[in-house]
């Protein structure tokens, strides 16, 4: 136990067969009025933290696991209000959630579109096979553009143009070359052929990749001039 009165302190506990315990400070016990409001409710989080004093309490990482926050300890009066706040705004907040959504599917709906319009723009077919482009177009957005999936469509780091490159290319080496037969050809299994890239950039695999880059580049030139 720390000699110094530590509730005025905003610490990260540990909750131990032991007791709740400190990397600095040592052994806690548990200030008297307070409770712990479990974690889950981020905006019940929020107002308690806001309000003051108030630990954040986690459980000690295990042999290959992060450690997990359980949630707050904090005056029981702290997280009453909290929890008043909340019943008093629940409808004011649903509101705003129902709108952001509806914001994020309008925003994501124009960039899906502003996406497939790009490959699009970047295939550059000759008009007979503007069918293939909007399967194209479809099918890289489908891939690429997902939200969250960290693949190409959602990086910024490169132009909507460099990115619907990428997509484009990679759609077609999937869909209209052997690529993935003859990555299959190395005994790949069922390991993601995303992955395989890292895990296989040698030998065969390389040979395997400069000759789909070279088969798309073909497919790209037989319908831009046809």
Do not use: C, N
């Not at 993601?192 to 950039?201: K, N």
């Amino acid at each position: 136990m720390v000699d110094d009165d530590p509730t005025g302190l905003h610490l990260e506990v540990y909750d131990t067969k032991s007791g709740l315990w400190h990397p600095e400070l040592g052994d806690l016990v548990q200030p008297d009025g307070w409770e712990l409001l479990p974690a889950g409710d981020a905006f019940l989080t929020r107002q308690v933290k806001a309000a003051g004093d108030h630990w954040v309490v986690f459980r000690p990482k295990g042999r290959g696991q992060h450690r997990r926050q359980l949630g707050v300890l904090a005056p029981v009066e702290a997280i009453a209000a909290a929890r008043e706040a909340a019943a008093a705004t629940a409808s004011r907040r649903e509101t705003q959630r129902e709108s952001s959504s509806r914001q994020r599917e309008r925003a994501e709906t124009a960039y899906r579109a502003e996406f497939e319009d790009a490959v699009r723009q970047w295939l550059a077919f000759a008009p007979k096979h503007q069918v293939l482009a909007d399967e194209i177009a479809r099918g890289a957005a489908d891939r690429a553009a997902v939200v969250g999936s960290g693949r190409v469509g959602r990086t910024k780091m490169l132009t909507l143009d460099e990115r619907a490159a990428l997509a484009a290319r990679a759609f077609i080496r999937h869909r209209h070359t052997d690529y993935e037969d003859r990555l299959f050809s190395l005994e790949l299994g069922e390991v993601d052929l995303e992955s395989a890239v890292g895990i296989y950039d040698v030998g065969d695999y390389r040979e395997i990749k400069r000759s789909a880059h070279r088969e798309v580049d073909a497919f790209l030139e037989h319908h831009r001039v046809q």
